[in-house]
C-alpha cells in the first residue's frame, strides 16, 4: 500500500470516528516527535546479561510463576520464623 493510501485510509478512519479517546490518543501520537527520541544504547555487561538470559530461557533454566511464587512464600516464612 502506498503513503498515500495509507493517509487516506487513516483520514477516513478519524473523520468516521466518534471516539472521543482514539481521537485524542491520535493526536498525541502525532505530537511525539520521532527524531528528537533517544535511542537507548545498551551497554555491554547488559548485552551479556540479555545473551545470558536467552541462553537460560533456551535451556529451560527459569522458574514458572508458580515455581517461583512458591518460593518466595518459603523465604518468607523462614524470614518471619527468624524474628
Known amino acids: 500500500m502506498s503513503m498515500t493510501e495509507l493517509k487516506q485510509i487513516l ?3 478519524i473523520q468516521s470516528s466518534d471516539d472521543e479517546n482514539l481521537i485524542k490518543e491520535a493526536i498525541r501520537l502525532f505530537e511525539i516527535d520521532h527524531d528528537e527520541t533517544p535511542v537507548y544504547m545498551v551497554s555491554e555487561s547488559e548485552r551479556e546479561a540479555i545473551n545470558q538470559a536467552r541462553q537460560e530461557i533456551d535451556r529451560a533454566a527459569y522458574f514458572t510463576d ?3 511464587n512458591r518460593l518466595i512464600e518459603e523465604w518468607l516464612k523462614k524470614q518471619a520464623g527468624q524474628h
Do not use: Y
Request: proline fraction near 0%; glycine fraction near 0%; hydrophobic fraction near 35%.
Open 66 to 68: 508458580e515455581q517461583a
Open 11 to 13: 483520514i477516513s478512519k
